[in-house]
């Protein structure tokens, strides 16, 4: 705290303020690293989401390898490398979705979309399921690589283990995207899990 407090030029007691603030924002956590005996010491470092604020050029770099891929390789690769991106992100979650009933499933599968960035909610309306993605994380690289919204949509369907249909799109100029599954599908999986 002393070297931080003279770096700024501010006392102990408002470094000590600011990185409370910092780190109930999520933007700095605190790590006690022990050396030897005696108390340990503070050691902060930046979140993944303060590391987001900072200017990046992963948009850019992400357009380039995007168009090089397309460039390089059939419609037909790409889209399996998509879907291969989805798999990776879906694998995880599909152990802890594994067994669970529906509904159940649906309210773990909308707190991880959440955490990929795509602010899901769920309905049920009549015989479908419908899944609102309220914001998406790869709008901009969508905007000139469509084909990235495959994953959204691959990741909801491996996720739940049940076939997703694609009803609305932003790149469309819907408001959001949107997805249904079919509640009969979903039940007659449920009854192939037990």
Partial sequence: MKELAEAAGISP????????????????????VRHGVGRPRHEFSLTEQALELF?????????RL?????????????????????????????AQLQGLPLEERLVRLAELLDEEGFAAEIERRGEDVIIRELSCPYLHIGQEHPEVCLIGQSFIAKALSLPVERVRCVLDGDAHCAFTVQIEEAASGESHDG
């Fill in 66 to 94: 995007l168009d090089e891929i397309k460039g390089s390789f059939s419609e037909e690769y790409v889209e399996g490398l998509l879907s291969s991106v989805a798999d990776a992100m879906a694998a995880d979650c599909t």
């Fill in 55 to 63: 200017p990046s050029r992963y948009l850019r770099l992400t357009s």
């Fill in 13 to 32: 007691v408002s470094v000590r303020h600011h990185l409370a603030s910092l780190q109930a924002d999520g933007l700095i956590q605190l790590d006690e």
